[in-house]
């Protein structure tokens, strides 16, 4: 549900819309089931006026959270983009810093090896970010790896909320407030007949 009917989520709302929502007969998501539906949101992440709209609102939900963190990030790509946003708008705002770290599917196979880009000291406060939450699977992973190099897991933050049972998973595994910007609901035209097309293999 989205917190404030700001014009600034109005604005944010109607170009994901219009430039990611994607439908058809059948779109085939990374979790093997059908969906007539699918975000595409790298096509507001790798925009810049998107993605100052994304941080500003990531920035709103993060000062909700009960223990402010001092960290943000998640497992590559979805993750990525969000999470330098957020740093440096935090920077740009004056706010406490807020750092940016990233988990690899697999470790860097050449030079550090890193399986965490930016690893941060055990104990660092962070909030896990997502562009989409379907399964919240890469959210899992991704916290779990955290948790296992020390983190403490404040709070998850996603762009859009497919409502497919995910949050609540990551809710009741992580003991943490799983916040979303947008939900499915937050968009009719998901509810109007989808036009016929063929099936499509996307991520999710």
Partial sequence: MISLQTPQRERLRD???????????????STGTVSSFYFDCKKVTLDGEC????????????????????????????ADFITA??????????????????????????GTRNHIENE???GTRIVLVDDVITTGNSTKLAGE?????????VGIIALI??????????????????????????????????RTGEKVAVNA
């Avoid at 994901?16 to 998501?29: G, M």
């Avoid at 994304?54 to 590559?76: N, Q, R, Y």
């Avoid at 790896?145 to 897991?153: N, P, S």
Wanted: glycine letters at 8%.
């Fill in 120 to 122: 941060l000291p055990a």
């Fill in 15 to 29: 170009l994901i819309d219009e430039r990611c929502l994607i439908t058809a007969a059948a779109l085939t998501l």
């Fill in 161 to 194: 909320d497919r409502e497919a049972g995910g949050a609540e998973r990551l809710s009741e595994q992580f003991g943490v407030p799983v916040r979303a910007i947008f939900r499915k609901s937050d968009f009719p035209r998901i509810n109007q007949h989808a």
């Fill in 85 to 110: 946003a957020v740093a440096l708008r935090a920077f740009e705002k004056g706010l406490p810093t807020i750092k940016g770290s990233i988990v690899r599917k697999e470790p860097k196979k050449h």
């Fill in 145 to 153: 790896k955290f948790l296992e190099e020390g983190y403490e897991v």
């Fill in 51 to 78: 993605l100052s709209l994304i941080a500003d609102a990531c920035l709103e939900e993060i000062a909700k959270l009960p223990s402010p963190p001092t960290a943000i990030g998640g497992l590559t790509m979805g």
